[in-house]
């Protein structure tokens, strides 16, 4: 359970800065979780790797533009303010760098105060509470004056903010995109329908307990920061139904995956229709009840991700599929690669 057993050197070349043309051409290393056994695919090839009869979910939520650039009221320094979860009203939950010019009562200036941001308090993982004040519609001046929030080791600009969306993007509120997704296109969701697969959605807002590093050496004491998920009836009742009759359930991407374990977890093992807070932490030991398999991207070392695929799949097969994707230089993090854990 030491947080170094999910190291890993990873070259810094691997890391890819730019998303491919076609969102499908990337390539799928194919994991037997039984075996350890891998194959090498490109995306496309997943039709041939999924079922009739199975289920397919994937996290529709929407990255907003969720970095803004603003200055102090009273010194003018540059502050820049990542939004992570809207609270009560107009009240966010943020990160802000420098962090230390930033404290109870600061005021911050974006837009040249078309919007205007009180800070209430310091939150316990280093964040902020800030009171937002502006005149009209809060996301159309987010998408006047915001960015997006691209992860901090892609150093290139993206030419189309849309490609750091997925296809089927649909209900706002994420601070960074569910990446598992970003390889699908209209066409191959259309091509898997026709092949008898199930296609289900959930929404999980993806937050700072997604990305947050692991900074305890006994991975067991790492709390994980809560995100908000949505899961409906109709979906519930297909997902249950899946299950009943013994077929398969993959997730696409690690959110859906914690969504879906959340509610059986606290549904003792059903799905129902739920909405609310997850801090739901998956590593090694973990007992699944939702999902058999799993659409995922190459992850960040000694990340809770890392563990969470190590869980579903083994330490040493992960490691192993991590070393192999490394020596036929697969591209990884957010614009990389996909795996496929079966």
């Known amino acids: 359970m030491n947080v170094n057993d999910y190291d890993f050197y990873l070259p810094e070349e691997l890391i890819a800065q730019t998303p491919l043309e076609d969102r499908t051409s990337s390539r799928l290393l194919h994991l037997d979780k039984q075996t350890g056994m891998l194959a090498h695919h490109t995306f496309s090839d997943l039709l041939h790797l999924l079922q009739a009869g199975d289920t397919l979910v994937l996290n529709n939520t929407r990255v907003i533009p969720a970095r803004l650039f603003g200055v102090k009221e009273d010194t003018g320094a540059k502050i820049e303010v990542l939004l992570l979860k809207q609270e009560a009203g107009d009240v966010w939950e943020a990160l802000v760098k420098p962090g230390k010019r930033v404290k109870k009562g600061t005021v911050i200036l974006f837009g040249e105060g078309l919007l205007k941001a009180t800070c209430l308090e310091e939150t316990p993982v280093g964040g902020r509470k800030l009171q937002f004040e502006y ?24 030419d189309d903010p849309d490609r750091y969306q997925t296809v089927f993007a ?63 009836k109709e979906t519930a009742e297909l997902l249950n139904k899946a299950k009943q009759d013994g077929r398969r359930i993959i997730a696409v991407g690690t959110t859906s995956c914690r969504t879906l374990e959340t509610v059986t977890r606290d549904h003792h093992g059903r799905f129902e229709e739920s909405s609310g807070w997850t801090d739901i932490f998956i590593y090694p030991g973990f007992p699944f009840q939702a999902i058999s398999g799993l659409i995922t991207n190459f ?40 795996m496929i854990i079966l």
């Open 135 to 158: 005149e009209g519609i809060f996301p159309e001046i987010l998408d006047q004056l915001g960015e997006m929030p691209l992860p901090p080791y892609i150093k290139e600009q993206l």
């Open 170 to 232: 649909k209900h706002r509120g994420s601070a960074a995109a569910p990446t598992a997704g970003l390889h699908f296109t209209e066409e191959i969701l259309k091509q898997i329908e026709q092949k008898g697969v199930q296609i289900a959605y959930i929404t999980l807002h993806v937050g700072l307990g997604t990305f947050r590093p692991v900074q305890v050496d006994n991975i067991e004491e790492h709390e994980m920061h809560a995100e908000y998920y949505e899961l409906d």
């Open 299 to 338: 992850h960040l070392p000694k990340s809770t991700l890392m563990m969470l695929v190590s869980a579903l799949a083994g330490r040493e097969n992960i490691m192993q599929a991590y070393e192999e994707a490394i020596k036929e230089k697969y591209r990884f993090f957010s614009f990389g690669d996909a």
